[in-house]
């Protein structure tokens, strides 16, 4: 019965690891069994290999920590980083001594970018350890769900690419202006690189949008889990 209630998925060396952590998550008891170990009499190598058998468990583990895996790095660098970029957008800043100009703001619109991808992936881990029967239900996810829909993720990711596009068209007039020559890089760059984030921010947030749409489908499930 117990078995059975686990509903186990692995097919590896990662297969003990599902059974503890299952077991611990639908809080069955668990008893400790001694045994005696004896050396193998076989006469053939171990079919154990330790990198890679490792490695699978390792892989099984994070599945189950998809917080601390993709969300808490994602939601720190997108926070440092949109932080970091509107202390940059008025102009140079100095600390200490040392100039902080347009060059750091590109690495803090890299950061924003490689940010929302991890808390994006952050998601989609869990939805599909959920579907997957890996992971209990979430409430959470299924309130925002009803709320945050395609519609919803359509419409954001639309106006994060407006406000790009409006920016990078700003930069072109500001281009023609200048008969199309030569532009001060410092002030143009500071119109381009958040312009240039917001589009790629926005084509990220609607291709998440559609995924996401097609990954929550069914999401309420009662395999094997209460709901949490």
Known sequence: DAFQRMDLRTTGMEFASEMVIKATL??????EVACT?????????????????????????????????FLY????????????????????????????????LLFAGMAMIIGFQAITFAVFSKVYAIQAGL???????????RFIT?????????????LGLSGALWAVGAWGRQDFGPLDPASVLRIVIPSGVLLA????ALLSSFFLSVLGMGL?????????
């Open 26 to 31: 639908l809080k069955m008891r668990i008893d």
């Open 37 to 69: 170990l004896s050396p193998d009499g076989r006469d053939r190598p171990p079919h154990l290999r330790p990198w890679r058998d490792g490695w699978r468990h390792l892989r099984f583990m994070l599945l189950y920590s998809p917080r601390w895996l």
């Open 73 to 104: 790095p994602g939601i720190f660098l997108f926070l440092a980083g949109m932080l970091l970029g509107l202390w940059l957008l008025p102009g140079p800043r100095t600390v200490a001594g040392t100039v902080f100009d347009v060059h750091t």
């Open 135 to 145: 992971l209990p239900p979430s409430q959470i996810l299924n309130r925002l769900f």
């Open 150 to 162: 395609l519609e919803v993720g359509i419409v954001v990711a639309m106006l994060m690419m407006l």
């Open 201 to 204: 921010l926005g084509c990220q």
């Open 220 to 228: 309420i499930r009662e395999r094997p889990f209460e709901e949490d």
